[in-house]
């Protein structure tokens, strides 16, 4: 049985100023976004539709206010939407925890939409471009998560079952932080990397990145530890999972609509 490192959640002191481990990780996620999207500029389909370092540079800035506002505003809907019309202004106080990657996502959608309207360019155009580089970010993410001692999974006899004194109970459970960062960080990664590495249909890398992301995603949520105030939902499926089965069917439909319409670059 393995206990978990119980890390400090802070990084670095500079005087009054506490650097935390989780904002390092969305720094990382951003500065690989910014590093694999030039690595995806020399890549002869991305080179020809005109894509620049700037390019790269503006859609960070809005992919972060997409996943701030996305985030939070996701979690108070989709989590505790009744707490929070009682208490309204606590929306507002995102130092206290609670993001919600599936609002980050839609967040990230809008923000992409509104970019494609600016330059110019066709919404799927600007998602499969990023596809590749969003789970970066959340690998990232997945590592913040167990550094912090949040996000737990369910009780477990395998050999690798972690206590997590944050839990308080003393029982091992899957360390389902780092199953997520290995299938919807590592692993989602590579796949849409090689996948995008060759010309596809418009749409086909952002439905693979749906399709992944969603199984990835409703698998890894067996093993982690639902949320104690909703519990399982309907099916014995988590908040997660429910969030999740729509991606599934979205990326889905999304890859055959692309093949459909341009079926010679089914290679």
């Excluded at 389909?45 to 005109?50: D, E, K, R």
């Excluded at 932080?177 to 796949?191: P, T």
Aim: with cysteine; glycine share 12%.
């Amino acid at each position: 049985m393995l206990i978990h490192p119980n890390f400090d959640p802070i990084a670095i002191h500079l005087g009054p100023l506490a650097i935390r481990w989780y904002g390092l990780m969305y720094l990382a996620g951003f500065i690989m976004f910014m590093w694999f999207g030039r690595i995806r500029l020399r890549q002869p389909q991305v080179a020809a539709q005109g894509w620049t370092a700037r390019d790269i540079d503006d859609l960070l800035f809005y992919g972060v206010l997409g996943v701030i506002l996305g985030g939070r505003l996701g979690y108070v809907l989709f989590y505790k939407p009744s707490f929070y019309l009682s208490h309204p202004l606590d929306i507002f106080k995102v130092w206290e925890g609670g993001m919600a990657f599936h609002g980050g996502f839609l967040g990230v959608v809008i923000a992409m939409w509104v970019f494609s309207k600016l330059r110019g360019r066709h919404w799927m155009e600007v998602t499969d471009f990023i596809a590749p580089m969003i789970p970066c970010g959340l690998a990232a993410g997945r590592l913040g998560n167990f550094i912090n001692g949040e996000l737990w999974g369910r009780p477990t006899d395998l050999p690798w079952g972690m206590v997590f004194p944050q839990a308080g109970d003393n029982i091992a459970r899957h360390p389902s932080q780092l199953y997520q960062f290995a299938g919807e960080g590592v692993a989602l990664f590579v796949i849409l990397w090689l996948f995008a590495r060759h010309p596809r249909p418009t749409g086909a890398v952002s439905g693979a990145f749906l399709l992944g992301y969603g199984v990835f995603r409703f698998l890894a949520e067996f093993a982690r530890e639902p949320d104690n105030f909703l519990g399982l939902l309907a099916l014995n499926f988590s908040m997660g999972q429910w969030l999740s089965l729509p991606m599934i069917v979205a990326g889905a439909a999304m890859m055959w609509w692309a093949y459909r319409r341009q079926p010679q670059l089914s290679a």
